[in-house]
């Protein structure tokens, strides 16, 4: 089975920087994923990870330590856009299948 | 290129009504995914379908919700005698499943069902 750790909720100013955590007990791993979640939407993708170390892609960065089960999500330069529910998701060995935290709520504030 | 596409987005149901929530995944895609999302909790994997195959039911709550996929493109969750518990939003996701590394799961924007 899966344990899927976030915190629930996080505040932060507009243009400051927020990470979230997210700690994971797996009974396989095959790869780390980071969704975002507008209210009522769709979880978009952010980024991927299944190698230990920081992957960036421009305002957003993720980190991964295997060893730990540990990841982040580096949000930089906040915007009021970023207002979001951030979804840290494991796929398990068996290559397809994805377990979700619970989700860290982000408030972005002017 | 069209996304991840479910209908009815809102389904309001009285308990005991069966219901039928409809996927139709980005075109090309092999897997098919449906996870439910109960308020303020990520989603939960219900099932996966490779093609036409449903390869893995193991997240089905019960026996009264059964999936199919019958022609390996869209999908449809069927929910018998609804009860309030099933209130949630169902969320349906694909992926090209060829064996990339990253196969990404790409959602639709989920039916919010709501039993009374």
């Known amino acids: 089975g899966q344990n899927i750790d976030q915190p629930t909720e996080m505040t932060a100013t507009e243009g400051a920087i927020v990470q979230i955590n997210c700690t994971y007990q797996t009974s396989g791993f095959n790869g780390l994923f980071w969704y975002q979640q507008h209210a009522g939407e769709a979880p978009t993708f952010l980024s991927y990870n299944v190698l230990d170390g920081l992957e960036e892609k421009g305002r957003f960065s993720s980190f991964l330590s295997r060893s730990k089960g540990y990841s982040y999500l580096l949000l930089k330069e906040l915007q009021m856009k970023d207002s979001a529910s951030y979804l840290c998701a494991v796929r398990d060995r068996d290559d397809y299948k994805l377990s979700f935290g619970a989700g860290t709520t982000v408030t972005v504030r002017a | 290129g069209a996304g991840v596409s479910q209908s009815p987005r809102y389904k309001v149901a009285k308990r005991g009504q069966d219901v039928a929530l409809r996927c139709d995944p980005i075109?090309?895609?092999?897997?098919l995914f449906w996870y439910q999302q109960a308020l303020g909790q990520g989603p939960e994997f219900l099932t996966y379908?490779?093609?036409?195959?449903?390869?893995?039911k193991s997240g089905l709550p019960s026996d009264r919700f059964f999936a199919e996929r019958p022609e390996g493109s869209v999908s449809t969750l069927k929910i018998q005698r609804t009860q309030q518990e099933d209130s949630a939003v169902y969320l349906c996701a694909s992926s090209l499943g060829r064996g990339g590394i990253i196969d990404t799961q790409y959602f639709g924007p989920g039916t919010r069902l709501t039993v009374l």
């Open positions: 075109s090309g895609h092999v897997s």
């Open positions: 379908f490779q093609n036409e195959a449903q390869l893995d």
